[in-house]
């Protein structure tokens, strides 16, 4: 009886056995996973997102939602160039657009930390000394805040939802140069 439970107590280990120490054992990148298709792909992905936002934001507000492209293969070039005049017409950022993203942006970090939440463990940090962080997820407190105070705000006519609606072209690359800015 003891004998079939130390049996199944056994796995059997199939990975192949680690090589003897090399040189590439000390570069933490030498078997790093390239997401995205690497630095190509994520500049791609970046350029890609920013293009596809404004081609949306065109549709929306010189095509009435419908799909914008070259009606006949001679329309390609002239599409393009109105595609771009388009942008530069109406997506210019304004220091109104400014100020309602970055006061959007400001009641959402004072959200992030005022409001309760479940505290979680994150996992260990190898930067950090495999320190786990703790993280106070309070996402879903933050977002019924949001719309509340939106709605209250909409209905007490200090600040109209329509405000957004008017000014989402110069809303967009607002929004775009702020967060491309953190990032460098």
């Not at 079939?4 to 000390?26: M, T, W, Y």
């Not at 530069?88 to 400001?106: K, Q």
């Not at 609606?165 to 775009?176: H, K, R, T, V, W």
């Amino acid at each position: 009886m003891k004998r079939k439970e130390d049996e199944k107590k056994v796995v059997e280990d199939k990975r192949p056995a680690k090589k003897a120490h090399s040189e590439d054992e000390d570069d933490p990148d030498a078997e790093s996973v390239k997401e995205f298709g690497g630095p190509v792909g994520c500049v791609f992905i970046m350029v890609a997102s920013h293009v596809f936002v404004y081609y949306v934001w065109m549709c929306l507000t010189f095509y009435n939602g419908e799909l914008a492209h070259p009606s006949s293969f001679g329309d390609i070039v002239p599409f393009f160039q109105r595609a771009i005049n388009h942008v530069i017409d109406g997506a210019s950022p304004t220091v109104y657009a400014a100020t309602i993203y970055l006061g959007f942006l400001l009641f959402e970090a004072v959200l992030a930390v005022t409001m309760p939440g479940v505290k979680a463990k994150g996992m260990p940090v190898p930067s950090e000394g495999g320190k786990a962080l703790i993280y106070n997820c309070n996402g879903v407190a933050s977002w019924y805040v949001t719309i509340i105070v939106v709605a209250l705000l909409h209905y007490f006519h200090i600040f109209r939802l329509t405000e957004v609606a008017d000014n989402l072209g110069s809303i967009m690359p607002c929004a775009i140069i702020f967060s491309n800015g953190g990032r460098v």
